[in-house]
């Protein structure tokens, strides 16, 4: 399931169904080969199972970080992925940080320093929800910085994103797309669902109201920052479990590419024995 979804460098990519670059494989209701999700609880309970393996070497091998960063509009399922694509996995070896409004403290420093600092350790994955793409994204459709600042970060993330591979990091990047009539869905169903009252505000709803420029913003990050080391997924979810199954898929096939083996041990173990 590399291509369609990876974007290219060089790739144009357009968000609204329409245009140069807008593949039927990249619209927000894709599900390949699969029509319901019963079809997917099989594969996806094996990639699982491949997962917790892969990730028991990489802490082992303590050689490489895996950083999974996800981008979307709200309601496009970043909390699901993190919560369905990792059930299972040690929770000792998984970090989560969530990017909200920026502090006095990382307000005061480069953009980029808090990104950084949350970077997970070799032998250990973690999971950007939101990102540092927040100050090309929200800081751009809402004129926060001049445009001469925002329009130099690309460069710079991209050297961040290309420093950290090359230090250990590997980086998978995915935007999770949903249309703009399955937001409306799902902002619906948090409003008349009294349980999920807590998961929606006023300034979500205000938000909308900037879809098309968010629509630009994502293309610009999806066609400058999208690297050879480290590129982007553009991940069709409208239908949340073909959106799992896609990046599971992706993760699992990331980690066996690393060719990872368990070390070898600091003492001879033939000669070892318990009383």
């Keep these: 399931m590399e291509r369609p979804f990876i974007v290219k460098p060089g790739d144009s990519i357009s968000l609204n169904g329409v245009g140069k670059g807008c593949d039927l494989e990249r619209t927000p209701e894709y599900t390949g080969a699969y029509r319901k999700k019963g079809e997917t609880k099989k594969p996806l309970k094996k990639l699982n199972k491949q997962m917790l393996k892969l990730q028991e070497l990489l802490y082992a091998e303590n050689q490489h970080a895996l950083l999974i960063i996800l981008q979307g509009m709200d309601t496009c399922g970043k909390d699901g992925t993190i919560r369905k694509v990792m059930a299972g996995i040690n929770v000792q070896g998984c970090d989560v940080v969530s990017f909200k409004v920026p502090s006095v403290d990382e307000v005061s420093r480069d953009f980029l320093w808090r990104a950084h600092k949350a970077v997970p350790q070799k032998g250990k994955i973690g999971i950007f929800n939101r990102s540092h793409y927040e100050d090309v994204l929200v800081v751009r459709v809402h004129d926060l910085v001049p445009k001469s600042v925002w329009k130099q970060r690309y460069q710079q993330i991209n050297d961040f994103e290309k420093m950290l591979v090359e230090n250990g990091t590997v980086v998978l990047k995915f935007f999770l797309h949903i249309s703009k009539d399955e937001q409306k869905e799902r902002l619906e169903s948090r409003i008349n669902d009294p349980s999920k009252h ?17 629509m630009q913003a994502y293309e610009a990050v999806l066609q400058k920052c999208s690297t050879d080391w480290a590129p982007w997924y553009i991940i069709p979810a409208n239908k949340k479990w073909y959106r799992n199954l896609v990046i599971t898929e992706r993760i699992v096939k990331t980690l066996e590419g690393l060719d990872m083996k368990f070390p070898k041990p600091t003492s001879d173990v033939s000669i070892l024995s318990v009383d």
Excluded: L, V
């Design 198 to 214: 807590w998961k929606i505000t006023e300034a979500d709803i205000r938000e909308r109201a900037y879809w098309d420029d968010y």
